[in-house]
């Protein structure tokens, strides 16, 4: 059984510029959640996908963006950059129907805006 | 008033001690209660999962929920020095899919 991975595991940009995050979900996992962790932080909900639709949304702005696809796999987009965006972006797999969301996170992608 | 309150204050313990983490909150509609493993560079693990108010046990670790106080706590006997970490409580609505988290507390064992 496979886990969630994640990549790129770091990079950085400048305010202003555009990035895409990829996510492979859990072997058996239908839905994939977004989570943003700034330093010293916990993690914060930025959306949900479950059938290729968003299923959800916390309080993010619009150029925060996503895709899900037919094998379950997601990106998340964010659109011109902010210092603020610099974070930890964590991806979650589940499976939905199962209980609680008992979510399988990735180790990240590190995301330093310059 | 922030929905998950995590005092975030790191914790240095010898080996063989208790470690005591709480958390309170304000959301009355919280109804699944979890605790998170978050080692350096990594992504966060579920620790422990409970429903209800009162203890589960896992092994060294122990959950408390309390909802009368909206307070949850988790326990950890004999630490070891692979407990260093931070540890997240988490927490969601039923029927929700969004989990609430608090800040983290970075747990040092020393040995």
Redesign the interface.
Known sequence: ETG?TQSPTHLIKTRGQQVTLRCSSQSGHN?V?W?QQAL??????IF?YYREEE??R?NFPPRFSGLQFPNYSSELNVNALELDDSALY?C?SSLSGSG?????????SRLTVL | QKE?E?D?GPLSVPEGAIVSLNCTYSNSAF??FMW?RQYS??????LM?T?SSGNKEDGRFTAQVDKSSKYISLFIRDSQPSDSATY?C?M?P?G?????????NQVVVIP
């Not at chain 1, 609680?100 to 990240?108: D, E, R, S």
């Not at chain 2, 929700?96 to 983290?104: D, I, Q, T």
């Open positions: 969630v839905t959640s989570y010293g932080q916990g993690p914060q909900f949900q299923n959800g916390g964590l979650a609680a969301n008992v979510l399988t996170f990735g180790a990240g | 998950v995590q975030p109804q699944y998170y560079r990594k992504g966060p693990e579920l999962y429903y997240l988490a969601i039923y929700n899919n969004r989990l609430a988290f608090g800040k983290g």
